[in-house]
T-cell receptor
Framework: AQSVTQLDSHVSVSEGTPVLLRCNYS??????LFWYVQHPNKGLQLLLK??????LVKGINGFEAEFKKSETSFHLTKPSAHMSDAAEYFC?????????????FGTGTRLKVLA | NAGVTQTPKFQVLKTGQSMTLQCAQD?????MYWYRQDPGMGLRLIYY???????DKGEVPNGYNVSRLNKREFSLRLESAAPSQTSVYFC???????????FGPGTRLTVL
């Protein structure tokens, strides 16, 4: 069965410093992986998506993630944090083994950006 | 294009009351989903519908029922609400050939 583990429940960075949010996945086949962001009291917005094309995926707002099969990881990075990046981030893997896409969410990482 | 819409945005119920959460999408998507979000637990799948007329249980279906009324609409019903169902509920949809989900704005439900 597919699963994802977000290794940090909370991450704090200073504005202007790099962001690293870690995600490991477990999948019996080549997975599709996603990162979503949720700002306080808002819905979920897709940041980026990996579907077996390029292993380095660029998303919105300067975020990118690298798919590393050997490490079963899909970490999210951004070179320079902005105050507006403060939000909760979810790593997601899709599971199509039943013939219909289902999505398994990680437990989330809350990013705090310090001025 | 409104995308995925949900009603109501907020609701307070007493234990034992019933209610239906409504979801509609105007993107002609076949698949629709209901999730609940609780602190520290991410989103957990309650029910999903691969197409009009079909529904399947997800990870946490107990205490809920769903109806896929037509291709656009997918409702979630709580027959006898319990405090454990206090949560934020999200509806989502996607096309079968494109596995990106689109989410509604959520319904914040409190059961007293």
């Amino acid at each position: 069965a597919q699963s994802v583990t977000q290794l940090d429940s909370h991450v704090s960075v200073s504005e202007g410093t790099p962001v690293l949010l870690r995600c490991n996945y477990s999948s019996s086949y080549s997975p599709s992986l996603f990162w979503y962001v949720q700002h306080p009291n808002k819905g979920l917005q897709l940041l980026l998506k990996y579907t077996s094309a390029a292993t380095l995926v660029k998303g919105i707002n300067g975020f990118e993630a690298e798919f590393k099969k050997s490490e079963t990881s899909f970490h999210l990075t951004k070179p320079s944090a902005h105050m507006s990046d403060a939000a909760e981030y979810f790593c997601v893997v899709s599971d199509a083994t039943s013939g219909t896409y289902k999505y398994i969410f990680g437990t989330g990482t809350r990013l705090k950006v310090l001025a | 294009n409104a995308g995925v819409t949900q009603t109501p945005k907020f609701q307070v119920l007493k234990t034992g009351q019933s209610m239906t959460l409504q979801c509609a999408q105007d993107m002609n998507h076949n698949s629709m989903y209901w999730y609940r979000q609780d602190p520290g637990m991410g989103l957990r799948l309650i029910y999903y519908s691969a197409s009009e007329g079909t529904t399947d249980k997800g990870e946490v279906p107990n205490g809920y029922n769903v109806s896929r009324l037509n291709k656009r609409e997918f409702s979630l019903r709580l027959e006898s609400a319990a405090p454990s169902q206090t949560s934020v509920y999200f509806c989502a949809s996607n096309r079968p050939t494109l596995d990106t989900q689109y989410f509604g704005p959520g319904t914040r439900l409190t059961v007293l």
